[in-house]
């Protein structure tokens, strides 16, 4: 059974940093593309970056990018959201995302790509 669980989420402060972990089970990430997403209640789960099983290739939502930096250890089975520059915007639960898709090392930007999701963490930041 596949398994992603995410970590990291907490109320921080306007300018503030965090990290967000996503550790998988049942699966070897290696080979998988996989990306975070975040949702408000209410509003569609968007899209927030995303990493290609080699981590050759990645891409962010414009509304993140130079502040939010994707990355992954298929060693450890493991993908990361460092999250810097935080501001009230980015209050969200955010969700990892693995893609069964492809084997070939890509970026996906749809949530309908994604075949794995996790439970989400919430992450808040106050003004």
């Known amino acids: 059974q596949v398994q992603l669980v995410e970590s990291g989420g907490r109320l921080v402060e306007r300018g503030g940093s965090l990290s967000l972990s996503c550790v998988a089970s049942?699966?070897?990430?290696?080979?998988?593309?996989m990306g975070w997403f975040r949702q408000i209640p209410g509003k569609e789960r968007e899209y927030v970056a995303a990493?290609?099983?080699?981590?050759?290739?990645?891409r962010y939502a414009d509304s993140v990018k130079g502040r939010f930096t994707i990355s992954r250890d298929n060693a450890k089975n493991t993908m990361y959201l460092q999250m810097n520059s935080l501001n009230p915007d980015d209050t969200a639960r955010y969700y990892c995302a693995l893609s069964r898709k492809s084997s070939l090392p890509r970026v996906f930007f749809s949530k309908d790509e994604y075949d794995y999701w996790g439970q989400g963490t919430q992450v808040t930041v106050s003004s």
């Open positions: 990493i290609s099983w080699t981590s050759d290739t990645i």
């Open positions: 049942g699966i070897d990430i290696g080979g998988y593309n």
